[in-house]
């Protein structure tokens, strides 16, 4: 048996510019919702097709020194999540829209900052 390569650490872009990052949470909605109806079976009849929705958790180190990007401003950006190996997928979401910005602080460990985004398309390239 082979050994395999894996997907290890990340990079994220956001409109070309490179993105520092401790961790990219992705979690993706296929959209497809249960149809019920009054049936003596009880079990659903179906499913309908809805709109499939894109959210991104992602976790940046706050910087002490030099400019941190401007999140509250981050509308229809365009976000590449790539393996550094090169080998693999890159996956872009584009039409990204920060929801949320929150910060975290320990008392051993650096200071980080919580985002929320959306996507309103995934393409893997």
Do not use: H
């Amino acid at each position: 048996m082979a050994i395999q390569e894996y997907v290890g650490a990340v990079v994220m872009e956001i409109d070309g510019k490179e993105i520092e990052c401790a961790s990219v949470n992705v979690s993706s909605n296929t959209g497809y919702m249960p149809v019920k109806t009054m049936r003596r079976k009880r079990v659903i009849s179906g499913y309908c097709v809805g709109v499939a929705t894109f959210e991104l958790s992602v976790t940046v180190p706050i910087k002490v020194d030099g400019e941190e990007y401007d999140w509250w401003n981050v509308f229809d950006a365009k976000v590449v999540i790539y393996p550094i190996s090169g080998n693999g997928n890159r996956v872009a979401f584009t039409g990204c829209c920060v929801q949320e910005v929150g910060d975290a602080y320990e008392t051993e460990g650096e200071a980080k900052r919580d985002l929320k985004m959306f996507a309103v398309e995934r393409v893997e390239e």
